[in-house]
Protein backbone atom coordinates (compact mmCIF):
# COMPACT_ATOMS: atom_id res chain seq x y z
CA UNK A 1 0.00 0.00 0.00
CA UNK A 2 0.68 3.88 -0.30
CA UNK A 3 2.29 5.21 2.32
CA UNK A 4 3.21 9.10 2.78
CA UNK A 5 5.27 10.72 5.81
CA UNK A 6 6.45 13.95 5.99
CA UNK A 7 8.61 15.49 8.58
CA UNK A 8 10.64 18.27 9.03
CA UNK A 9 8.12 20.86 10.04
CA UNK A 10 8.05 22.51 13.05
CA UNK A 11 7.64 26.17 14.80
CA UNK A 12 9.97 28.72 13.76
CA UNK A 13 10.03 32.66 13.87
CA UNK A 14 10.56 34.40 10.26
CA UNK A 15 13.41 34.83 8.74
CA UNK A 16 14.22 31.25 9.26
CA UNK A 17 14.12 28.14 6.84
CA UNK A 18 12.70 24.52 6.97
CA UNK A 19 13.39 21.63 5.07
CA UNK A 20 10.40 19.29 4.47
CA UNK A 21 11.01 15.79 3.74
CA UNK A 22 8.79 12.62 2.66
CA UNK A 23 9.12 9.30 2.56
CA UNK A 24 7.49 7.41 -0.04
CA UNK A 25 7.12 3.23 -0.43
CA UNK A 26 4.23 1.59 -1.94
CA UNK A 27 5.16 2.45 -5.47
CA UNK A 28 7.29 2.57 -7.82
CA UNK A 29 8.66 6.20 -6.86
CA UNK A 30 11.12 6.64 -9.82
CA UNK A 31 7.86 6.57 -12.12
CA UNK A 32 5.86 8.73 -10.58
CA UNK A 33 6.01 12.87 -10.50
CA UNK A 34 5.55 13.89 -7.02
CA UNK A 35 4.46 17.26 -5.33
CA UNK A 36 3.47 19.00 -1.94
CA UNK A 37 0.48 20.85 -1.20
CA UNK A 38 -0.67 22.98 1.63
CA UNK A 39 -3.72 23.47 3.65
CA UNK A 40 -4.88 26.30 6.35
CA UNK A 41 -8.05 26.25 8.13
CA UNK A 42 -11.07 27.61 6.20
CA UNK A 43 -8.90 27.33 2.56
CA UNK A 44 -8.85 24.58 -0.35
CA UNK A 45 -5.73 22.64 -0.07
CA UNK A 46 -3.13 24.37 -2.81
CA UNK A 47 -0.68 23.06 -5.05
CA UNK A 48 3.06 24.40 -3.54
CA UNK A 49 4.83 22.58 -5.78
CA UNK A 50 5.43 19.61 -8.17
CA UNK A 51 8.67 17.75 -9.60
CA UNK A 52 8.67 15.28 -12.83
CA UNK A 53 10.16 11.55 -12.48
CA UNK A 54 13.46 12.60 -13.05
CA UNK A 55 13.63 15.42 -11.57
CA UNK A 56 14.09 17.20 -14.32
CA UNK A 57 11.09 19.64 -14.03
CA UNK A 58 9.68 21.66 -11.68
CA UNK A 59 6.79 24.31 -11.07
CA UNK A 60 5.52 26.00 -8.68
CA UNK A 61 1.70 27.54 -7.44
CA UNK A 62 0.99 30.69 -8.03
CA UNK A 63 0.79 32.26 -4.26
CA UNK A 64 4.14 30.39 -3.88
CA UNK A 65 7.37 32.53 -3.18
CA UNK A 66 11.11 31.80 -5.11
CA UNK A 67 11.88 30.76 -1.64
CA UNK A 68 11.16 27.71 -1.91
CA UNK A 69 12.39 24.79 -3.95
CA UNK A 70 11.10 21.22 -4.75
CA UNK A 71 13.44 18.13 -5.21
CA UNK A 72 13.97 14.49 -4.99
CA UNK A 73 15.95 11.59 -4.52
CA UNK A 74 15.08 8.46 -5.90
CA UNK A 75 17.82 6.67 -4.34
CA UNK A 76 16.20 7.89 -1.20
CA UNK A 77 12.76 7.12 -2.39
CA UNK A 78 11.95 11.00 -0.99
CA UNK A 79 11.07 14.30 -1.75
CA UNK A 80 11.66 17.82 -0.14
CA UNK A 81 10.35 21.20 0.44
CA UNK A 82 13.20 24.23 0.97
CA UNK A 83 11.82 26.52 2.80
CA UNK A 84 13.62 29.65 2.99
CA UNK A 85 13.18 33.16 4.52
CA UNK A 86 9.66 31.92 6.49
CA UNK A 87 7.32 34.46 6.82
CA UNK A 88 3.87 34.05 8.59
CA UNK A 89 2.07 33.98 5.64
CA UNK A 90 3.89 30.51 5.29
CA UNK A 91 1.91 28.69 8.09
CA UNK A 92 -0.26 26.01 6.60
CA UNK A 93 0.09 21.92 7.05
CA UNK A 94 1.78 20.71 4.13
CA UNK A 95 1.32 17.64 2.67
CA UNK A 96 2.99 15.07 -0.13
CA UNK A 97 1.74 13.36 -2.81
CA UNK A 98 2.01 10.81 -5.46
CA UNK A 99 1.09 12.52 -8.56
CA UNK A 100 -1.66 11.42 -11.31
CA UNK A 101 0.18 13.49 -13.67
CA UNK A 102 2.89 16.19 -13.75
CA UNK A 103 0.52 18.98 -15.34
CA UNK A 104 -2.92 18.30 -12.80
CA UNK A 105 -2.11 20.90 -10.17
CA UNK A 106 -5.48 20.12 -8.29
CA UNK A 107 -5.30 18.42 -5.10
CA UNK A 108 -9.27 16.99 -5.51
CA UNK A 109 -9.46 13.35 -6.36
CA UNK A 110 -6.70 11.48 -4.19
CA UNK A 111 -7.65 8.74 -2.02
CA UNK A 112 -4.70 8.98 0.52
CA UNK A 113 -2.69 11.91 2.26
CA UNK A 114 -0.15 11.46 4.63
CA UNK A 115 -0.28 12.87 8.16
CA UNK A 116 1.09 16.20 6.79
CA UNK A 117 3.69 18.70 8.76
CA UNK A 118 2.61 21.63 10.38
CA UNK A 119 4.90 24.76 9.51
CA UNK A 120 4.06 27.75 12.03
CA UNK A 121 5.46 30.60 11.04
CA UNK A 122 6.13 33.77 14.05
CA UNK A 123 7.28 37.59 14.11
Known amino acids: QVQLVESGGGSVQAGESLRLSCAASGFTFSLDAMGWFRQTPGKEREIVAA????????YYGDSVPDRFTISRDNAKNSVYLQMNNLKPEDTAAYYC????????????????WGQGTQVTVFS
Open 51 to 58: VSRTDGAT
Open 97 to 112: QRLRSYYDRSAMGYGY
